[in-house]
T-cell receptor, first 113, second 114 residues
Framework: DQQVKQNSPSLSVQEGRISILNCDYT??????FLWYKKYPAEGPTFLIS?????DKNEDGRFTVFLNKSAKHLSLHIVPSQPGDSAVYFC????????????FGTGTRLQVTL | GAGVSQTPSNKVTEKGKYVELRCDPI?????LYWYRQSLGQGPEFLIY????????DSGLPNDRFFAVRPEGSVSTLKIQRTERGDSAVYLC????????????FGPGTRLLVL
């Protein structure tokens, strides 16, 4: 049972445009959400997070939106840059589980020139 | 400062053999996590340490898998009687404290069981 789902395995966006990566979850006990970015042969790198008490968190070019009623979150990257090309993982944790993360399957973003 | 390091970076072994994978967390991080990433999947939680003790080992697939962290720093993931299905990238992460949501990952060990 996949509790965190990223239904788009890949996404291609032109440089300078907005990239929108989506994530859905089924476990209503999740209360903290994170996005990680992964380059080939490297470990995932933390990008941005959001607590369930918020609906938006912004850090530079990256913004995460959380819609609790829809159990949906999205990552917006604007403007997209070629260096953003990577696999993006959505992850979630439940309160009281000491940060045990449940990951989605990832979305490969390619930013083209 | 140094990030999380993992050794070896690649390990090829034969079915039935024993392997050990090592993780050096970021200095001062008390929490350490092991995940496994199979091809086309996201990382899956295996086990988490707070200090020297395994606080949650609910993700270990069976009793062939075992992990230790005897001095509260370096951790070793041990796999006995390896099977081809154990082939994956094994990722280690650490965080400053338990409940600290941001986990910092190492580059992983790619295990191939022939």
């Amino acid at each position: 049972d996949q509790q965190v789902k990223q239904n788009s395995p890949s996404l291609s966006v032109q440089e300078g445009r907005i990239s929108i990566l989506n994530c859905d979850y089924t476990n209503s006990m999740f209360d903290y959400f994170l996005w990680y970015k992964k380059y080939p042969a490297e470990g995932p790198t933390f990008l941005i997070s959001i607590s369930s008490i918020k609906d938006k968190n912004e850090d530079g070019r990256f913004t995460v939106f959380l819609n609790k009623s829809a159990k949906h979150l999205s990552l917006h990257i604007v403007p997209s840059q070629p260096g953003d090309s990577a696999v993006y993982f959505c992850a979630a944790s439940e309160a009281g589980t000491a940060s045990k993360l449940t990951f989605g399957t990832g979305t490969r973003l390619q930013v083209t020139l | 400062g140094a990030g999380v390091s993992q050794t070896p970076s690649n390990k090829v072994t034969e079915k039935g053999k024993y392997v050990e994978l090592r993780c050096d967390p970021i200095s001062g991080h008390t929490a350490l996590y092991w995940y496994r990433q199979s091809l086309g999947q996201g990382p899956e939680f295996l086990i988490y340490f707070q200090g020297t003790g395994a606080a949650d080992d609910s993700g270990l697939p069976n009793d062939r898998f075992f992990a230790v962290r005897p001095e509260g720093s370096v951790s070793t993931l041990k796999i006995q009687r390896t099977e081809r299905g154990d082939s994956a990238v094994y990722l280690c992460a650490s965080s400053l404290n338990a409940g600290e949501e941001t986990q910092y990952f190492g580059p992983g060990t790619r295990l191939l069981v022939l």
